[in-house]
């Protein structure tokens, strides 16, 4: 059974860089490609994009000059580095497993929420 | 891109069916079978209901199914349970090659 498991700081000031980590196991990170996704508090889901652990990746055309995406196939683990944040960027972070033949996100992690505050 | 269109509520009695659908403004919906539902209960994390359009993952009941109908995807569920209060989400491949969600419905059992 996949698990997936994000980390990294719950408060990050405006103009700052979001960093979040999300922890694979229970399989590894090479057979799938993973996906971010965030929910602002009271409001929908936002697709932010995914990556295959080749580098592949691809992103929400309106996130795409801030955002990054990587992955550390060793210690099996994506990361998600979104730039110049301000409070419309606080939400609860999401990493989950792209099934790219279906399009579909099978496995979620519980999500952290991260706000963007002085 | 633009969220894809869901209704902001549906309601229904215990027993009842109800369905959500799911509105594209462009082709995204209609031109791939790339459409899949999540349900998300309050604090926690969404769930895959329905992937491919109509299919659904082990483990998920039968009474909820998916249909598409030109750019409209929809979600139906058969024999309304208080469980399945919950907020639904759409889900789309599109022509641009990225995805969208929908803007999400929340459905209220009476």
């Known amino acids: 059974q996949v698990q997936l498991q994000e980390s990294g700081p719950a408060l990050v000031k405006p103009s700052e860089t979001l960093s979040l980590t999300c922890t694979v196991s229970?399989?590894?990170?090479?057979?799938?490609?993973w996906s971010w996704i965030r929910q602002p508090p009271g409001k929908g889901l936002e697709w932010i994009g995914y990556i295959f652990y080749t580098g592949n990746t691809n992103y929400d055309p309106s996130l795409k000059s801030r955002v990054t995406i990587s992955v550390d196939t060793p210690k099996n683990h994506l990361s998600l580095k979104l730039t110049s944040v301000t409070a419309a960027d606080t939400a609860v972070y999401y990493c989950a497993r792209y099934f790219e033949s279906s399009g579909s996100l099978d496995y979620w992690g519980q999500g952290t929420l991260v706000t963007v505050s002085s | 891109q633009s969220a894809l269109t869901q209704p902001a509520s549906v309601s229904g009695s215990p027993g009842q069916s109800i369905t959500i659908s799911c509105t594209a403004t462009s082709s995204d919906v209609g031109s791939y079978n790339l459409v899949s539902w999540y349900q998300q209960h309050p604090g926690k994390a969404p769930k895959l209901m329905i992937y491919e359009v109509t299919r659904r993952p082990s483990g998920i009941s039968s009474r909820f199914s998916g249909s598409k109908s030109g750019n409209t995807a929809s979600l139906t569920i058969s024999g309304l349970q208080a469980q399945d209060e919950a907020d639904y989400y759409c889900?789309?491949?599109?022509?641009?090659?990225?995805?969208?969600f929908g803007t999400g419905t929340k459905v209220f059992v009476l």
């Open positions: 229970g399989g590894s990170i090479k057979t799938n490609y």
């Open positions: 889900y789309s491949y599109t022509i641009s090659s990225t995805y969208v």
